[in-house]
């Protein structure tokens, strides 16, 4: 499948990321609680609501590696980047990261940004290549994913990039470490999945 975005890096130059333009959105109170099966099914509430690993999530639904293509790493300071307001317990000075998530075989599954304190960022992505979550099992770090928002809405960039109409699902969390929120994350998930978790509602 054809890229729609240059998977080189950039470190210098801040690009914009491709946050969803809400229809509706949930926040930790709507986390905890869940959704009504005929606006998300239980399948769809289990990888976007849960405190799982969505890498591993999704390796094991595909039954390939879930790999990843870096987009864009930009130093972007104490800027606060319109990002979910939970960025700010993230110290700064800020790096953003952006990747996409896909199989082996190139599908494209997901659509991550993650925000790191930019002197810190090293001490967790020691391989920049692979996933957040291969490069913390690799350092055996204990962590507490902490799901802070749910989100349903269009993004034209992404839906080219997927391939996919939309409207999408997605999420952001914080990563804690020994009590310390390490970085932020914003996940948007392409509805290809509905191959393997079945409709995403039951209307």
């Given at each position: 499948?054809a890229?729609?975005?240059?998977?080189?890096?950039?470190f210098?130059?801040?690009?914009?990321?491709?946050?969803?333009?809400?229809?509706?959105?949930?926040?930790d109170?709507?986390?905890?609680?869940?959704?009504?099966?005929?606006?998300?099914?239980p399948a769809?509430?289990?990888?976007?609501?849960?405190?799982?690993?969505?890498?591993?999530?999704l390796?094991l639904?595909?039954?390939?590696a879930t790999e990843?293509?870096?987009?864009?790493?930009?130093?972007?300071?104490?800027?606060?980047d319109?990002?979910?307001?939970?960025?700010?317990?993230?110290?700064?000075?800020?790096?953003?990261?952006?990747?996409?998530?896909?199989?082996?075989?190139?599908?494209?599954?997901?659509?991550?940004t993650?925000?790191?304190?930019?002197?810190?960022?090293?001490?967790?992505?020691?391989?920049?290549?692979?996933?957040i979550?291969?490069?913390?099992?690799?350092?055996?770090?204990?962590?507490?994913r902490?799901?802070?928002?749910?989100?349903?809405?269009?993004?034209?960039?992404?839906?080219?990039?997927?391939?996919?109409?939309?409207?999408?699902?997605g999420?952001?969390?914080?990563?804690?470490?020994h009590?310390?929120?390490?970085?932020?994350?914003?996940?948007?998930?392409?509805?290809?999945?509905?191959?393997?978790l079945?409709?995403?509602?039951?209307v």
């Open positions: 499948m890229s729609a975005i240059s998977s080189s890096e950039s210098n130059k801040a690009r914009d990321w491709y946050a969803l333009d809400p229809l509706w959105q949930g926040s109170d709507v986390v905890q609680r869940g959704l009504p099966h005929d606006q998300l099914a769809w509430q289990m990888l976007l609501l849960g405190d799982g690993s969505p890498t591993r999530h390796q639904l595909t039954g390939e990843v293509d870096v987009i864009d790493m930009a130093l972007i300071g104490m800027d606060t319109s990002a979910p307001e939970q960025l700010q317990v993230v110290p700064g000075p800020r790096l953003r990261r952006q990747v996409w998530l896909r199989t082996a075989s190139g599908q494209r599954l997901a659509y991550a993650s925000w790191w304190e930019a002197s810190h960022v090293d001490d967790y992505l020691q391989n920049r290549a692979l996933p979550w291969l490069n913390l099992t690799r350092l055996r770090t204990e962590l507490y902490d799901v802070q928002g749910v989100h349903y809405g269009k993004n034209a960039t992404l839906e080219s990039a997927f391939d996919q109409p939309g409207p999408f699902w999420r952001h969390y914080l990563f804690w470490h009590g310390r929120p390490i970085t932020l994350i914003y996940e948007v998930f392409s509805p290809v999945l509905e191959l393997y079945g409709s995403v509602n039951r």
